[in-house]
């Protein structure tokens, strides 16, 4: 079976999403509206000294799950206004940062369990091993949204106190095995205890995004903010791994000049061309996002982003690439986070990690990242235990077909053109 690269994405289950976010942003829009009006009338008559503005969660709607949070994604309306030690709280979890304003959700209590208190276990911090991206977890299990101004909210966290334990970064190609690296490194410690990782939080997603319009002084002010208020609640000896989404390798300089304590780890697959098909095909579950992306890059290109975020995650090589066809998009997404890794080779605490030399060879392999991560050698007969058990899993979540000989030969032609400009840089 050969893969294409091509999708008639105009359908009439894609028309009417597509209808759906419009129509939902409006009314998003229509009610933030009426809300700020009437939050500025209380304020006029009670003056509060407050920063923060609470919201009552009205509704919520994604177009894609595989899209980066979005203040949009609530139906929001104010309820009352708070300080800044209310969402210090642990069931307060940053959601989305623009230039303006950092959103915050308010969840069910993200408390770590123990065993005196075995009610809380249903509710401890979601690991990547319960849930492989926080923007899914999170914009599910929302209560309430709250607002602060981005200045305001870079002032106050930066002042927060310092990591309790190390903190540790993974980040991989799109597709590349990041994932399946950071479920194996939780399976040494099902309890969180020493050891929790966390998948893809939106913060960080954010600051991606933030690189492409924010100067270097307010990207190192929000992001120390961000990463100190992220990580506060940090247990003592608790290790925390990020595993990012790809995007985020071009934070690296960012988050070592403000957080030098911060380990970074990389991880890739032998294969660039098995990750572009995997790609596509992970995108395209609910629809074809990279399809619909390029079409509205081509004819609605002031419109494209306002549908979805992909374009800005990897923004350099979309231009450089100038992607018609979704694998040329998707090529665009897997070399812009391994160009930024060959960027930024210094920050790194090991050479490249291969997912295959990983699932291959576990012991030898994952004994680096235990050490990155300050975990003992004996939990490696965990993580081969765990490869185990999800050997079936792993194979179909891996599943890739060949490419075109033409989109073959096009992919190889780009991929030398972008590694001699990033040599060159």
Not at 96 to 112: A, D, F, M, Q, W
Not at 227 to 243: A, D, E, G
Not at 339 to 347: D, S
Not at 397 to 411: G, I, K
Request: charged letters at 25%; glycine letters at 2%.
């Amino acid at each position: 079976m050969k893969f294409t690269g091509t999708h008639v994405w105009m359908n009439g289950a894609t028309a009417t999403r597509l209808l759906v976010v419009v129509l939902f942003r409006l009314v998003h829009w229509v009610l933030l509206l009426e809300s700020d009006l009437y939050a500025l009338i209380k304020r006029l008559l009670r003056p509060e000294q407050t920063l923060i503005e609470v919201f009552n969660l009205v509704g919520r709607f994604r177009i894609d799950e595989t899209d980066a949070a979005r203040d949009s994604d609530f139906l929001i309306f104010h309820d009352y206004f708070t300080n800044f030690d209310e969402i210090c709280e642990s069931y307060w979890s940053v959601y989305h940062i623009t230039e303006s304003y950092v959103y915050l959700v308010k969840h069910e209590n993200r408390g770590p369990a123990d065993d005196e208190n075995e009610k809380n276990k249903e509710n401890a911090e979601p690991s990547i091993e319960k849930c492989s991206k926080l923007t899914r977890y999170l914009f599910n299990n929302a209560e309430k949204v709250a607002r602060i101004k981005f200045d305001d909210f870079a002032k106050l966290a930066r002042a927060l106190p310092p990591f309790r334990a190390r903190v540790v970064m993974i980040h991989s190609t799109p597709c590349g095995g990041g994932t399946v690296a950071a479920k194996l490194l939780q399976s040494c410690d099902r309890s969180q205890r020493s050891l929790l990782v966390l998948g893809e939080p939106p913060a960080l997603t954010s600051l991606a995004l933030l690189l492409n319009v924010c100067s270097i002084e307010r990207m190192r002010a929000i992001t120390q903010a961000t990463m100190r208020f992220c990580l506060l609640h940090q247990k003592p000896n608790q290790t925390v791994v990020l595993k990012a989404r790809p995007c985020c390798t071009k934070l690296v300089p960012y988050v070592h000049s403000t957080c030098p304590s911060v380990h970074h780890v990389f991880i890739s697959t032998r294969s660039p061309v098995d990750v572009i098909t995997r790609l596509v095909l992970h995108t395209s579950l609910q629809m074809p996002v990279f399809s619909m992306t390029c079409w509205m890059m081509k004819n609605w290109p002031l419109l494209c982003d306002t549908f979805f975020s992909w374009r800005q995650l990897e923004a350099e090589t979309v231009v450089k690439i100038g992607p018609t066809t979704e694998v040329e998009f998707a090529l665009a997404q897997v070399m812009g986070a391994t160009i930024n890794y060959q960027r930024n080779l210094k920050y790194y605490a090991l050479d490249m990690v291969y997912v295959e030399d990983l699932m291959r060879e576990t012991a030898s392999v994952i004994r680096p990242l235990l050490n990155v991560c300050d975990v003992s050698d004996l939990a490696i007969p965990e993580c081969i235990e765990w490869k185990r058990s999800e050997e079936n899993v792993l194979r179909n979540v891996w599943d890739s077909f060949p490419l075109e000989e033409h989109d073959r030969l096009r992919t190889k032609l780009l991929v030398e053109f972008l590694q001699q400009e990033c040599l060159q840089s």
